[in-house]
């Protein structure tokens, strides 16, 4: 890119959704409209922008990344998402997942641990008119209890394993979409909670995330 060249995002972003998403399989139409819609270039650190719709994460401080778009949407559409849903993020992050889950559910609650990036990503959530949105700094593996229960629940780091927090916060019928496994390899697992409060686990796609650090989590 030339100094002085604008980079047309809009163009960007049609390309990655039909490029990395409904080639890949992603298929619902309502996660497909929040991608188009949600500009991802807003979410990473200015130096970076030119390339946020490329096929992989970005580094956004800290230690942690925005995931792949590719990724971010396949956890979207596994949670099955319903305009009347509150949903619980854990991980924050970016506030990019978080945007595409505000498209989509009637609340998101996201829990984030770094100060800096839960305030950030306020900030942008803010500008960009998401008023369904509420975020607090806190650990994560241990949910957001004052909210509770909740519709779906999504988990953006690794996890050792299903935080007991999560489970409890989860209502009957609801699911939830969370990466376990060891530190540098997990497994994306979809759980959902029977109305009797029975937890059936099914296992999708390798990955690899950030660990989650938390008391249910990974320890720093």
Request: with cysteine; aromatic share 8%.
């Amino acid at each position: 890119m030339g100094r002085g060249e604008v980079v047309n995002f809009a163009r960007l972003r049609e390309k990655m959704v039909q490029e990395q998403l409904l080639e890949r399989g992603i298929r619902d139409s309502r996660v497909i409209g929040a991608f188009l819609k949600v500009p991802r270039e807003k979410f990473v650190p200015k130096k970076m922008q030119v390339y946020a719709y490329e096929d992989g994460p970005l580094s956004i401080g800290y230690g942690q990344t925005i995931s792949q778009p590719y990724m971010v949407a396949l956890m979207t559409e596994l949670l099955g998402l319903d305009k009347r849903d509150k949903v619980l993020e854990i991980g924050t992050g970016s506030g990019y997942q978080t945007a595409i889950l505000a498209e989509l559910a009637g609340e998101v609650y996201s829990v984030e641990r770094i100060p800096e990036l839960a305030e950030r990503a306020q900030e942008v959530l803010q500008d960009l008119g998401y008023a369904n949105v509420k975020i607090r700094v806190g650990d994560g593996t241990l949910g957001w209890d004052t909210y509770a229960p909740y519709d779906r629940i999504i988990v953006t780091a690794g996890a050792p394993k299903v935080p007991l927090p999560l489970i409890e916060q989860l209502a009957p019928g609801g699911r939830m979409v969370i990466p376990v496994g060891p530190r540098y390899h997990q497994v994306l697992k979809v759980l959902e909670k029977t109305s009797d409060g029975e937890v059936v686990e099914k296992e999708d796609i390798p990955c690899v995330f950030v660990p989650l650090i938390g008391a249910e989590g990974w320890q720093e």
